[in-house]
Nanobody, 124 residues
Framework: QVQLVESGGGLVQAGGSLSLSCAAS????????MAWFRQAPGKEREFVAG????????YYADSVKGRCTISRDNGKKMVYLQMNSLKPEDTAIYYC?????????????????WGQGTQVTVSS
């Protein structure tokens, strides 16, 4: 079973940047699409960004398109989310997730594995 551990969250002012990281261990990584989701207080968890298992294709929610970049390093078993021009509405717990089955496109709707999450807070 894969374990996913996020890091890099914190408090930042509006307009600032944060870089989130997700380290995978204990399971298969390179053949699985990966994604970032987030959950704000009182809201459902939502898809933020996804990346194909090869890294060739990426997908973003409209709310973060143009401001976030997802990437992966299969050799290091890492996934990253670079977030720029942050807004207060980006405040949420951000979760790293692995697809349910291998060789996926990155458009993950129902992940098979989750990390514990990392808090991102954007002050106005």
């Amino acid at each position: 079973q894969v374990q996913l551990v996020e890091s890099g969250g914190g408090l930042v002012q509006a307009g600032g940047s944060l870089s989130l990281s997700c380290a995978a261990s204990g399971g298969t990584f390179v053949t699985y699409a990966m994604a970032w989701f987030r959950q704000a207080p009182g809201k459902e968890r939502e898809f933020v960004a996804g990346i194909q298992w090869t890294g060739a294709n990426t997908y973003y929610a409209d709310s973060v398109k143009g401001r976030c970049t997802i990437s992966r390093d299969n050799g290091k078993k890492m996934v990253y989310l670079q977030m720029n021009s942050l807004k207060p509405e980006d405040t949420a717990i951000y979760y790293c997730a692995r697809d349910t089955r291998p060789y996926g496109s990155g458009r993950i709707t129902t992940p098979g594995s989750w990390g514990q999450g990392t808090q991102v807070t954007v002050s106005s």
